[in-house]
């Protein structure tokens, strides 16, 4: 196939030619950022939690005064225990993807000057870091004699479990059992590494702290009450969660059973990233109808093209150009017009994606969207122009022995 | 003149129907989809208090003491002391303190179950000075701040559940175990966003979609509910940890929100001076150690600090006009297309007189004619994407609709583009010269 006469022809419809070339360079651009965009929620959405979310139900109770916290307890507790199918139950403040109750900033030194971070600290009672599933990978889990009894907001004093990223974060290339640290002048050591525990809102945070988080060892108290981590093997969770309404009604007539918060830990999960997969299906909706757009594009200009050289088709017929020299010179030009596109849109993807990275916390664009975005409008290219190019290679050798 | 070239723009739009449906279509679509987003953000980014909003301010001094961070910008609501001392100075010409905590609801002449609700405890001035419409009864009374009185406003929501929208003025409500009388009772009030408690947006990486959510369903005087709720107060941050939970009065905890109406510059002036004596005066007490950290910003100043606009909104509609701009390109090339292939028609024109004004002016006819049938399709696609978001879980779905506004400038949205879009193409028609054309013919 001969590209210098498509070229040529080209210069002469330089307008035409720069305006579908812009568009598809546009095309490209978005196309490939709004595909990284798509891949960035998904990633979002597909957090590890560390732990057993299908086997894992929460009940939340609220509208209880403090002083009747104990004996809601010991009631909701053995109440809960006694449902058929279920495991264990233990009093956990913070709920993966649920609950938040223990967000707070540390610091690594007992006069609060260096600072470390914002964490969540997951306080909870004997069995419950058993119960969420999560793997120790270094150091110990709590032991009996680590859980206290504790008035204010946490236990003053612990030793605790930390996960890997966070203690990766506080101290870097040291080993981080032992360490201590600080929350104003409570006081905790690290005894054990977990491997993942994430965040309630991990969402809210940046990417590398989403799993911050700390496991307290307490005993359930006036301030360790009311959220509950239900254990029961999958298939029993829904039921397990049905039958907890049921018995909370019984045993607890004064307190409210929060049903926006008491859920199996998989429906807290998809519910936290509800907005992502609206969004996700937004995205994927706009990079439809901007192939659609722009193949209508294609389309119309092509159709132009051929009726506007329908004479000198049929002289190229005439002299002897078969059907799919016709289609060929076609298809090959609306290759050469999607390539200078592809070639501009790319600049433009990086471009954008700067900008992108600079308002929204978005790494790089991975080099390999380009290729796959060029892929994706070559072929776009080539499906939008066949029509016309077929109507083109139609038109009978005879055309050119007619005036108009 | 006008009506002779729509007209002709009406027969050229019959003459080639896929061309011209093409163009609508591409024009249709970016409107639809570009007003959809527009739509949202002009909801969420709009003035909730439009006329009043550059009288109302929100004053701020940094009552931490420690020094282990940046004190670029206080913290965004103040301690217990501040908040009560700039109020109780009353140097505005309105002032509420707000705080809100979660309660057990219940109407004691009804049998539903208790509810848990939010309670804004706050000042009688609030009601007045956001403007906040009231269906039956009316605000608390000065004196009732004072006298710790047990009243409440409820929201219409509330109202609903509780009463079955009936005028519940006089009713009892047992908010946890105080019982309350029904002094007012609010119209529907949906304020976007919910200005009075944004704060924090600066931690919110973007995600300020809950700036959004609905008003709290029960009012007290904040004298009341703080007794009321005591125990289930929750602090923006403490610089040092709190000795009973849920009770912060005393502790070092910033968690009240002060909100005041300044009437003219001169006010607003007095107030800022007034605001850096306070904390200086407080600095030399020993209390305060960032005297110089004070602010005081409008309401519009104070949500632009905050971002409200959720970071997903602001992308949606950076997508949605690069999408309008493909489309854009898109009907350029077949206006191009479509004037040039009517050069014959265009040399006749020309030759039996008609300026190069006038066939520039008929072509951009035929592009306005265009994108008035884009805007009609534009406008029902935006319908459909204003339905598609009230479907989504944002708590600001159900605010999604198309006002007047919006709806006009839907319209003049779809004849600006197609206009922008038929301007280089006419251009090019009315450059034709008329001879060539002619002997092609």
Not at chain 2, 371 to 380: E, K, T, V
Not at chain 2, 423 to 435: D, I, Q
Request: charge should be neutral; include cysteine; charged fraction near 15%.
């Amino acid at each position: 196939m001969q590209i210098q006469p498509i070229l040529a022809a080209l210069r002469r419809h330089r307008l035409a030619t720069l305006l579908i070339t812009m568009e598809i360079a546009l095309a490209c651009a978005v196309l490939c950022n709004a595909c990284f965009l798509i891949a960035n929620r998904i990633a979002l959405m597909h957090v590890n939690s560390g732990v057993d979310e299908t086997s894992l139900a929460t009940v939340q109770l609220t509208g209880y005064e403090t002083e009747q916290a104990v004996d809601l307890n010991a009631r909701a507790i053995s109440g809960l225990r006694n449902i058929p199918g279920m495991q264990s139950v233990t009093v956990l403040n913070s709920i993966p993807f649920g609950a938040r109750r223990g967000t707070a900033g540390i610091t690594l030194d007992p006069a609060g000057q260096h600072f470390g971070g914002v964490v969540e600290f997951y306080v909870g009672s004997q069995g419950s870091l058993e119960a969420l599933g999560v793997r120790l990978v270094a150091g110990r889990g709590p032991q009996a004699d680590d859980f206290h009894a504790f008035e204010g907001l946490m236990p003053g004093d612990a030793s605790v479990q930390i996960t890997r990223s966070l203690a990766e974060h506080l101290w870097p290339g040291v080993d981080p059992l032992g360490k201590e640290l600080w929350v104003d002048k409570w006081h905790y050591r690290v005894v054990g590494i977990i491997d993942h525990l994430v965040r309630p809102d991990p969402a809210g945070w940046p990417e590398g702290s989403k799993d911050w988080s700390i496991f307290v060892p307490a005993l359930p108290g006036k301030y360790l009450a009311g959220s509950y981590l239900l254990r029961a093997a999958p298939k029993d969770v829904p039921h397990v969660l049905r039958d907890a309404r049921a018995v909370i009604t019984k045993v607890a007539p004064d307190a409210v059973f929060d049903q926006e918060g008491s859920q199996t830990i998989s429906d807290l999960r998809a519910s936290t990233f509800r907005q992502d997969r609206a969004m996700a299906g937004m995205l994927v909706g706009v990079i439809v109808a901007l192939l659609l757009v722009t193949a209508l594009g294609i389309v119309g200009l092509a159709s132009f093209w051929v009726q506007q050289r329908r004479r000198q088709i049929g002289i190229r017929r005439a002299i002897g150009a078969t059907r799919s020299d016709i289609l060929r010179y076609f298809q090959t030009e609306n290759f050469l017009i999607v390539s200078f596109g592809i070639a501009i849109g790319m600049a433009l993807a990086f471009l954008l994606n700067l900008l992108l990275m600079k308002s929204y916390e978005l790494p790089h664009l991975p080099l390999y969207y380009l290729p796959v975005g060029a892929l994706v409008l070559w072929a776009l290219g080539q499906l939008a122009v066949l029509g016309p190019a077929l109507r083109a290679a139609a038109v009978p050798p005879v055309v050119a022995t007619r005036s108009v | 003149m006008f009506g002779y070239y729509l007209d002709l723009a009406v027969r050229s739009l019959k003459r080639n129907k896929v061309l011209t449906a093409l163009m609508v279509i591409a024009i249709a679509v970016g409107i639809g989809a570009s007003m959809t987003t527009l739509t949202v953000m002009h909801l969420l980014s709009g003035d909730p208090l439009p006329g009043k909003s550059g009288t109302i301010f929100y004053p701020q001094v940094d009552a931490d003491p420690t020094t282990d961070f940046s004190h670029k910008d206080p913290i965004d609501v103040m301690d217990y002391h501040s908040a009560v001392d700039l109020w109780s100075a009353h140097r505005a010409d309105r002032q509420a303190l707000l705080v809100d905590s979660q309660l057990k609801v219940r109407a004691p002449q009804t049998n539903l179950p208790p509810l848990m609700e939010m309670m804004l405890s706050t000042t009688s001035d609030f009601f007045p000075m956001f403007d906040v419409p009231f269906q039956y009864g009316g605000s608390w009374q000065p004196q009732d701040d004072e006298k710790h009185a047990r009243v409440a406003v409820i929201s219409a929501d509330l109202n609903d559940r509780l009463f079955g929208g009936a005028n519940s003025v006089g009713h009892t409500l047992q908010l946890r175990d105080t019982d309350v009388r029904i002094v007012g009772v609010l119209k529907p009030w949906r304020p976007s966003p919910q200005f009075y408690m944004v704060a924090g947006g600066r931690f919110a990486h973007g995600q300020t979609a809950d700036f959004y959510t609905k008003p709290e369903d029960v009012f007290t005087p904040f004298t009341s509910g703080l007794e009321i709720n005591d125990g289930n107060f929750w602090q923006f941050t403490c610089w040092h940890m709190p000795d009973k939970p849920g009770h912060l009065q005393d502790a070092p905890c910033e968690w009240i929100r002060l909100w005041v109406e300044l009437g003219s510059a001169a006010k607003v002036a007095d107030y800022r001076t007034f605001l850096a004596g306070y904390a200086e005066q407080q600095k030399a007490l020993g209390r305060i150690t960032h005297a110089e950290n004070t602010r005081l910003r409008s309401l519009m100043q104070w949500l632009d600090y905050n971002g409200v606009v959720p970071s997903d909104v602001r992308l949606q509609t950076w997508l949605a006009f690069a999408f309008l701009a493909i489309c854009l390109f898109n009907t350029i090339g077949l206006l191009l297309a479509k004037f040039l292939r009517r050069g014959g028609e265009i040399g006749v024109r020309r030759a039996l007189g008609a300026s190069r004004g006038a066939v520039f002016t008929q072509c951009l006819v035929e592009a306005g004619l265009i994108g008035l049938l884009g805007g009609i399709g534009g406008w029902l696609l935006t319908l459909t994407g204003l339905w598609l978001v009230r479907r989504q879980p944002a708590v600001y779905a159900d605010m999604a609709h198309l006002d007047v506004s919006m709806f006009l400038l839907t319209f003049v949205l779809a004849i600006a583009t197609s206009l922008l879009a038929g301007l280089l193409p006419a251009l090019r028609a009315c450059r034709l010269a008329p001879g060539l054309q002619l002997k092609t013919l």
